[in-house]
């Protein structure tokens, strides 16, 4: 079982920053992808942004030169820094991960687990 827990969400004022942490706990024998996603009300979960082990990134359109997702191999953990947020940006955000668990020793299997979500406001 791989854990997921986030935080940083809240209220911020449009042209604000916010940074989200998720870190990941449990029988992690490797993290092969993080990954942020967003929902609104009524709407899919889409995809925000990602980043693989070796650091390749990818963003969705709408947040391109305002959010910059990063991770820290060592700590299992990804950030999404939030700037120049706009009230578009308001919304529940998910963090993904996916990887190899330890199932026995000696034994892996795949994982892709999601956190509980944060709530990301930006009002005046």
């Known amino acids: 079982q791989v854990q997921l827990v986030e935080s940083g969400g809240g209220l911020v004022q449009p042209g604000g920053s916010l940074r989200l942490s998720c870190a990941a706990s449990g029988s992690i024998f490797s993290i092969n992808y993080m990954g942020w996603y967003r929902q609104f009300p009524g709407k899919q979960r889409e995809l925000v942004a990602a980043i693989t082990r070796g650091g390749s990134t990818n963003y969705a359109d709408s947040v391109k030169g305002r959010f910059t997702i990063a991770r820290d191999n060592a700590k299992n953990t990804v950030y999404l820094q939030m700037n120049s947020l706009k009230t578009e940006d308001t919304a529940v955000y998910y963090c993904?991960?996916?990887?190899?668990?330890?199932?026995?020793?000696?034994?892996?299997?795949?994982?892709?687990?999601w956190g509980q979500g944060t709530q990301v406001t930006v009002s005046s």
């Open positions: 993904n991960a996916a990887g190899l668990a330890t199932v026995v020793a000696g034994t892996f299997g795949d994982f892709n687990s």
